[in-house]
């Protein structure tokens, strides 16, 4: 199983912006300290050799995350499973278009963890979407999942018409606890704690196992909460988590908004013998930096609270990552 990040931003995409990039462009200079580069792979070489926030961007776009399985579709088709659509669906249909072309028939099978703007605001720009022939398979637990879609492509709002979409569109509504199967994986759904309700996943497949579980606030303080979300977690290989905010911002300022933290995650992961972690849905106002810090906040409690068990792997996710199962 192989999971890959095409929009890892929370509420809201954002870029870098001009003054970041000129920033990371003064910082770089004065790192290479007047070194010379022989041509760009030596420049390549040793720009790999810096820290991610200096030569890198954990990325702008709104939920989206891919999950391709190892084996073929025994069935011969082409299927692809995703979880929300948020604008990191753009990039990820223009690769579709880029690997296969408009001509083949391709089957999305996509699971939205609620409706929110942000996790649904890729749709109008999914180029596959417009191609008859193309089927998309649209999971939610909200019973208003298509209204809300159609909702957003109507005037005057949006010019293009959700009627416009020539892929074939249909809506499966699922129930908490009761287990689909989808592109060859099982999958289940867990409500969690957000404006609205959202829905964490959790997909097996090929004896590995995701949990997506963003946009989700926890109250650890309350009976029962901690061990359900343990065992929604549990020996998973990887869980991505809202890890919105800081924890000091997640019991304070911002308790009620629905977002959990670094902090959080790392408890329930530990708690659940999770063996990784993505630290997703990052705060739109964070710098690159920031999210450095967040991650590196999160490694130094994982390290303390190590006790005899296996360490739990932390990582901020990024547009772009992909991370093998
Ligand atoms: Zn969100
Ligand atoms: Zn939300």
């Known amino acids: 199983m192989k999971v890959r990040f095409w929009g890892t931003r929370g509420s809201l995409p954002v870029s870098l912006g001009g003054a970041a990039l000129r920033a990371k462009l003064v910082r770089s200079l004065l ?50 499973l995703l979880c929300d659509m948020g604008s ?52 939610s637990a909200h019973a208003e999942a298509e209204q809300a879609l159609r909702l957003q492509q109507s005037p005057p709002c949006f010019p293009v ?27 289940s759904a ?44 549990r020996a998973a290989d990887l869980v991505v988590f809202d890890a919105m905010y800081s924890l000091a911002d997640a019991v304070s300022v911002k308790q009620d908004w629905g977002h959990s933290s670094n902090v959080v995650g790392v408890e329930l992961c530990r708690l659940a013998g999770a063996r990784r972690l993505a630290l997703f849905h990052h705060e739109p106002i964070f710098s690159d930096e920031r999210i450095a810090e967040v991650e590196a906040d999160a490694r130094r409690l994982e390290r303390i609270t190590r006790e005899d068990g296996p360490a739990l792997e932390v990582f901020a996710a990024y547009d772009g990552l992909e991370v093998e199962l």
Not at 41 to 65: H, I, K, M, R
Not at 106 to 131: C, E, K, R, V
Not at 199 to 228: I, M, P
Request: glycine share 10%; net charge negative.
């Open 190 to 233: 867990k409500r969690q704690l957000h404006g609205g309700d959202s829905y964490g996943y959790r997909f097996e497949a090929e004896g590995r196992s995701l949990v997506y579980s963003t946009d989700s606030e926890h109250r650890l303080e309350q009976a029962g909460e901690a061990e359900d979300f343990a065992a929604f977690f």
């Open 31 to 80: 790192a290479a300290d007047g070194r010379r580069f022989a041509d760009a792979a030596d420049a390549e070489a040793w720009l790999a050799t810096q820290p991610f926030g200096l030569t890198q961007t954990y990325g702008g776009n709104s939920s989206c995350v891919e999950i391709e399985r190892r084996a073929p579709d025994p069935a011969g088709g082409n299927d692809y």
């Open 161 to 187: 018409p959700f009627e416009a979409l020539g892929a074939r569109i249909e809506f499966i509504q699922l129930e908490p606890g009761r287990t689909v199967t989808a592109a060859g994986c099982q999958v």
């Open 88 to 139: 990191g669906l753009r990039p990820f249909g223009n690769a579709v278009m880029a690997r296969h072309g408009p001509q083949r028939p391709n089957h999305f099978h996509i699971f939205l963890s609620h409706l929110h703007w942000d996790h649904i605001m890729g749709l109008p720009f999914f180029t596959p979407a417009y191609i008859a022939g193309n089927r998309l398979s649209i999971y």
